[in-house]
Nanobody, 126 residues
Framework: QLQLVESGGGLVQPGGSLRLSCTAS????????VGWLRRAPGKEREGLAC????????TYADSVKGRFTISRDNAKNMVYLEIKRLGPEDTGVYYC???????????????????WGQGTQVTVSS
């Protein structure tokens, strides 16, 4: 079964940092661009960041630039999302998604991704 699996979510205090991980089951990620998306409570899912196949190019939503860093280790079949200075607005379910995409300065739409994970919950609260 081809799927993505996220991990690393949890309860974090405001101002803290977190690293989310995404790996693939049943296939390798190195032929896909991978993105991270978030569904905050009461809001639609939004794209946060995307990284190309080699890891040489990244794209971020304006709202997260400077605090979020997407990276990948193709040898380990992993993609990461590091989040710094977490605030309550970062609470939500974080998803990774993969698709046969080329680099763009614009984040992919959800329909451009072929594979999705189940999501990992991040809650920012004191």
């Amino acid at each position: 079964q081809l799927q993505l699996v996220e991990s690393g979510g949890g309860l974090v205090q405001p101002g803290g940092s977190l690293r989310l991980s995404c790996t693939a089951s049943g296939f390798t990620l190195d032929t896909y661009a991978v993105g991270w998306l978030r569904r905050a409570p009461g809001k639609e899912r939004e794209g946060l960041a995307c990284i190309n196949k080699s890891g040489s190019m990244t794209t971020y939503a304006d709202s997260v630039k400077g605090r979020f860093t997407i990276s990948r280790d193709n040898a380990k079949n992993m993609v990461y999302l590091e989040i710094k200075r977490l605030g309550p607005e970062d609470t939500g379910v974080y998803y990774c998604a993969a698709g046969p995409l080329y680099y763009s300065e614009v984040l992919p739409t959800e329909r451009e991704y072929d594979f999705w994970g189940q999501g990992t919950q991040v809650t920012v609260s004191s």
